[in-house]
C-alpha cells in the first residue's frame, strides 16, 4: 500500500442515507493528511444535504456532475444562496450553516475539500432537538406547545429527500463571491502538453487558505518534476489514467498508477511529477493549502545553477548540461518525446 495514495473510487461510503451518501478520505483513513482532506458526496434526485456547519474547517466544493443549489448563512447576517453547475466550484467559510440540494434529475457528485484533516460538523437535527421546548418558544416567541410535534431524531439525517419542487430563486443565478465558474474561466496555461485552470486569489479574492487547479495533461504532455515550497498538494484523479513519482526526506521514494477516483497527497516541498500513461487526457483536480500556491520546477531551476557544481554533486563532466536548455521559467507542462519506463 503506497502511503501517499487512498483509492476514494474504491471505499465504501461512510455516511449513507435516504438522499445520498458520502466517501471520506480523512485523517482517519488516509493517515499521512495533514491540514487537508475530501470528501466525495453524492446527492440523488431531490436529496438534499441537512443543514450543518463545520467547527474547524472551510469547505471548498467543485461539481463533478449534476446541479445542486447552495444556501448558507454565516456572521454578520450574511446569507448566500447560488446554483452551482458542473464544473463550478464554491467556497464556504467555516462556521456558516449550509445546506446543499440537488435541483437537477439525475444523481449529483460534487468534491468538498476541507482545511483539516479530520473535519468536524454539528447538524441542524441535533442542534435544535437539544433544547428544550420553552427555549425554542422564547426563541421564536410563540408558545412552548408550538414544538410539542418537533422530531427530535437521536441520530442525524445526513442527507433526505425533499420530495416538493420549489422554484429556484432568481438571486441564485446570478453572479456570487462565493461562487465560481472554474471550467468557463480562461486557461492560466494551454498548449499541445495540457491546459491548467484555477481557482485561486487572484482571480478569486475572497479564498482564503485554498486553491484548486483543473488540470488536464493530453497523452503527449507530462507535468515536469517540481515541489511546492509552501503549500500541500491532495489531488483527486478524475478521468484518465497517470503516473506519480514521489520522495521524502528519507531518500524513499514512491511511484504509483493513478486511475479515476484516486486521491492522493503531497506534503509541502515534497518533489514530485505527474505522467500520462493511458490513451486518453488526463484530468486532475489538485486543491492546496494556500490561496496562492507556488511551485519550483525541474526546467527553470536545475539549470540556474553553475554546470560546475551540477557536475560535481551528480558525478558528470560539466558539459553533459550543455546540451540542456537554459529555461527562464519553469515550463509546467513539457512534451514525452520518450516512451513511459517499464
Not at 5 to 17: I, Q, R
Not at 32 to 37: A, E, W
Not at 136 to 149: C, E, I, K, M, P
Not at 241 to 251: A, E, H, K, V
Request: net charge negative; charged share 20%.
Amino acid at each position: 500500500m503506497h502511503s501517499h495514495l487512498f483509492h476514494l473510487g474504491k471505499t465504501l461510503p461512510h455516511n449513507k442515507s435516504e438522499g445520498g451518501e458520502r466517501t471520506k478520505a480523512d485523517s482517519l483513513h488516509f493517515p499521512i493528511l495533514k491540514g487537508m482532506s475530501l470528501y466525495k458526496l453524492l446527492l440523488r434526485p431531490h436529496g438534499v444535504r441537512e443543514p450543518h456547519w463545520h467547527i474547524n474547517a472551510d469547505e471548498f466544493g467543485y461539481c463533478l456532475t449534476g446541479e445542486v443549489l447552495v444556501t448558507f448563512y454565516h456572521t454578520s447576517d450574511n446569507k448566500q444562496v447560488f446554483l452551482v453547475k458542473k464544473g463550478e466550484a464554491f467556497w464556504i467559510p467555516s462556521g456558516a450553516l449550509h445546506t446543499i440540494e440537488n435541483r437537477g434529475a439525475e444523481n449529483a457528485e460534487l468534491l468538498l475539500e476541507f482545511t483539516h484533516e479530520n473535519p468536524e460538523e454539528f447538524h441542524l437535527s441535533s442542534a435544535v432537538g437539544v433544547f428544550s421546548n420553552a427555549v425554542l418558544g422564547n426563541t421564536w416567541g410563540v408558545s412552548q406547545d408550538h414544538f410539542r410535534a418537533l422530531q427530535r431524531p437521536l441520530k442525524d439525517r445526513f442527507a433526505v429527500i425533499n420530495p416538493g419542487n420549489r422554484l429556484i430563486p432568481d438571486v441564485a443565478r446570478y453572479a456570487n463571491p462565493y461562487h465560481f465558474a472554474l471550467e468557463a474561466s480562461e486557461p492560466l496555461l494551454e498548449k499541445a502538453e495540457g491546459s491548467v485552470r484555477v481557482a485561486r486569489q487572484n482571480v478569486w479574492p475572497i479564498l482564503q487558505n485554498h486553491a484548486l487547479y483543473s488540470l488536464r495533461i493530453t497523452t503527449q504532455g507530462m507535468r515536469e518534476p517540481h515541489w511546492h515550497p509552501e503549500t500541500a498538494e491532495l489531488g483527486y484523479v478524475h478521468e484518465g489514467r497517470g503516473r506519480m513519482t514521489i520522495l521524502n526526506p528519507q531518500g524513499e521514494s514512491e511511484t504509483y498508477i493513478l486511475q479515476p477516483g484516486d486521491v492522493y497527497f503531497i506534503p509541502k516541498a515534497y518533489p514530485h511529477h505527474i505522467e500520462n500513461v493511458g490513451q486518453e487526457p488526463l484530468h486532475f483536480l489538485i486543491y492546496f493549502d494556500q490561496a496562492m500556491p507556488r511551485d519550483v520546477g525541474f526546467s527553470g531551476s536545475i539549470r540556474a545553477l553553475p554546470d560546475e557544481v551540477l557536475g560535481s554533486v551528480l558525478q558528470v563532466d560539466p558539459s553533459f548540461f550543455r546540451p540542456l536548455h537554459k529555461y527562464f521559467v519553469d515550463q509546467f507542462l513539457v512534451e514525452k518525446i520518450n516512451p513511459p519506463d517499464v
